[in-house]
């Protein structure tokens, strides 16, 4: 009895486009990914809410309003619900959340859930989506499946709820391409008229689906017949509908692009010239996370990944490599390899995270190699399947496990899976928590100033909230050693210094509270509001009441500024009638409450007061200055220029009195003497 001649060739799909029936088996085959899915995440339900869940879910004013905060999510930028604006139009996740606030408030258990059912339920279509690619190929396509599912790179995106965004992004892309396709072989309407609706719902849940624009025409060129006006026709109508979305979003939240924050933490590439060979050396991170996905991060940000130059060996090797691929997936475009269409397929998705690095100076995030690990998975197993023979007269793989070919298949499958898996299964519960998070990657991540910042705060919380006097101690110690590394790195990170402020706050030293509040940005309100408090509790009423209307001003809804605002006035008033009372000859008594009499912009009992303090003292230079202010105040410039020049008898170099007194006789008119103090302000700099 003759064996059968096997070939080393492996089919071709595009090359018959005519159905066969599936195996008997592909029935069950379907559910595997789906089981895999909650194998690999099903210890992600115990987590509770970590990093942007927070303010994407928990803080977010929107998602905690549940069906009621619907419409506001429709029609605002993606961070606005967390106080934020930065050009996002991403409703459908925050839809979701919303929706589950308002089923079973914020049980972090069921958000989970719902992630890991929407990542099994991407295995599927995913499955379901290459086996009409590679037909008659159901282990090969299995293997694709399950090595896309397991790479411990999508960590990141199914552990945090928030990045629920990514996985309905991906989900509805791999529908619309599933229709598609299925269109193409059948002509039923219906199937393209779903795939614009899964594609449209794609872009609203996460921009980056405009990716699909390219793999449209990629998967009718590569797997069906089609020619280019076909081809041609079908892309254009995903380009309409891309226009259609882009003026939604400009119609609901002003903006396509948005502002770039001045954020050096997130976007610390400035110099365009440097971002070329920045972008080539994080993308060789990229490939190496594909290979050897160890040591993950989930934050790469200033200075975990130093600005690189062309000489640096890893953007020379990466450029290389680039090189290399687009020969070979060009070079082989003719034939239709599957090889080409996986290179292709990687490009044009990691395209998102290249583009954040190149047009914003953004950084490297693991969760832009969620879509990209599909082209690996398909070369990856592209060549493994090569080792399994075909027969010769059906090109059909033969599973003949005496011979080595379908052995080294499965086991190198089953090594890759086991090796995935497991890694996958112990990042998983790192994601449990912030301090379990932020505590592992610092192992790692220690360059990061966003990543010390993040662990010393969380150090700090847990400080404030033990009672043990020991392990409180021992917290705030540690954690503000983290956070002064975060300044080490980054000597302008403003939320460092918030939380310095906050934890010299809880330690009760509020002069340096005060002093490290000073160094946030002065126009965010809870920054203002916070060092407010610090003023309050240094005593300083005055100053606390003048800086938290302004950060009322600045933010009308910041509940803690308008919650204290009426416990700051009370004391203020309080010191104001206690002062005006006390009988005193201390010039500091009188200096302050001329001051008091400030905040409530009584400038004439404030000059009664600060002339009392100058009589007390005739070289009160502050009480002085205060003089000339309200007298400017009052109009009355003459008195105010006598008041700044009787400063410059106290001290003669006073820039403020120049300053003042130059601004003063500008007013009226006096152009010589302007000069003259302008000249003064040069010559004591």
């Known amino acids: 009895m003759s064996k059968k001649k096997l070939s080393e060739k492996p089919s071709v799909a595009a090359a018959k486009p005519e159905y066969r029936p599936q195996p008997p088996f592909f029935k069950f085959m379907v559910w595997i990914p789906f089981v895999f899915a909650f194998i690999l995440y099903g210890n992600t339900l115990t987590n509770e809410f970590a990093l942007d869940d927070l303010p994407q879910i928990v803080n977010n004013k929107f998602v905690q309003q549940g069906f009621g905060g619907i419409s506001q999510i429709i029609s605002t930028d993606y961070w606005s619900g967390s106080g934020v604006s930065l050009g996002y139009y991403r409703p459908l996740s925050l839809i979701t959340f919303a929706v589950e606030k308002a089923a079973y408030d914020n049980n972090p258990m069921m958000m989970h859930l719902v992630n890991v059912f929407l990542y099994a339920l991407t295995g599927v279509v995913l499955f379901l989506l290459l086996s009409l690619l590679f037909r008659n190929m159901p282990f090969f396509v299995l293997a694709v499946t ?360 809880q330690l009760r030293d509020y002069p340096k509270a005060i002093d490290y509040y000073k160094k946030t940005n002065q126009n965010v309100s809870m920054n203002l509001s916070n060092m407010s408090l610090a003023y309050y509790m240094n005593g300083d009423y005055g100053e606390a009441v003048k800086i938290m209307q302004k950060a009322i001003q600045l933010n009308p809804d910041n509940q803690t500024a308008k919650q204290n605002m009426p416990m700051l006035k009370q004391a203020f008033n309080r010191k104001l009638q206690a002062m005006k009372k006390e009988k005193s000859q201390d010039p500091q008594h009188f200096f302050e409450l001329g001051n008091l009499f400030v905040e409530e912009a009584n400038y004439k009992d404030a000059l009664q007061s600060f002339d009392m303090a100058v009589s007390l003292k005739p070289d009160f230079a502050g009480a002085l200055v205060n003089k000339g202010n309200c007298y400017y105040m009052l109009k009355d410039y003459n008195a105010a220029i006598k008041a700044f020049e009787a400063v410059l008898a106290v001290e003669p170099n006073s820039q403020i009195a120049f300053k003042n007194l130059s601004t003063l006789y500008g007013m009226l008119g006096n152009n010589d003497m302007q000069l003259f103090y302008n000249n003064k302000i040069e010559g004591a700099k």
């Open 146 to 505: 399950l090595l896309f599912m397991a790479h411990p790179i999508h960590t990141e995106v199914v552990a945090n709820i928030k990045s629920r965004d990514e996985i309905l992004s991906f989900l509805n892309s791999i529908m619309a391409l599933w229709l598609v396709f299925r269109y193409s072989k059948t002509k039923f309407i219906a199937n393209l008229v779903l795939a614009w609706v899964f594609y449209f719902l794609a872009l609203m849940s996460k921009e980056t689906a405009m990716t699909t624009l390219a793999l449209v025409p990629m998967l009718l060129f590569f797997f069906t017949p089609k020619k280019g006006g076909y081809i041609g026709g079908i892309t254009l109508s995903f380009f309409v509908l891309s226009l259609i979305f882009l003026a939604v979003k400009y119609a609901l939240i002003g903006t396509l692009t948005g502002d770039l924050p001045n954020d050096i933490n997130n976007y610390p590439y400035r110099e365009v010239s440097g971002r070329i060979p920045t972008m080539l050396y994080i993308l060789g991170m990229y490939f190496y996370r594909l290979i050897m996905p160890a040591r993950l991060l989930y934050d790469y940000s200033y200075n975990q990944i130093p600005e690189a130059g062309w000489a640096n060996p890893v953007v020379l090797l990466t450029l290389l490599i680039i090189l290399a691929l687009a020969y070979f997936a060009i070079i082989n475009l003719k034939r239709k390899s599957v090889v080409s269409f996986a290179i292709l397929f990687f490009g044009a998705t990691m395209s998102v995270g290249l583009m954040f690095v190149l047009s914003r100076g953004g950084i490297m995030a693991e969760r832009f190699l969620y879509a990209p690990v599909l082209g690996f998975a398909l070369v990856l197993g592209y060549y493994l399947h090569k080792l399994v023979p075909r027969d010769a007269k059906t090109k059909q793989a033969v599973w003949d496990f005496s011979q080595n070919g379908p052995k080294l298949f499965v086991g190198v499958i089953a090594v890759l899976l086991v090796f995935y898996s497991v890694r996958t299964v112990a990042r998983n519960p790192v994601w449990k928590n912030n301090l379990t998070l932020f505590s592992n990657d610092i192992t790692f991540g220690g360059n990061s100033a966003q990543l010390q910042k993040h662990y010393g705060s969380e150090l700090i919380n847990q400080s404030v909230a033990t009672e043990d006097k020991v392990a409180k101690d021992s917290l705030m110690k540690l954690g503000l050693s983290h956070v002064e590394k975060a300044i080490e790195i980054n000597p302008r990170f403003s939320e460092a210094y918030f939380k310095l402020g906050y934890a010299y706050y």
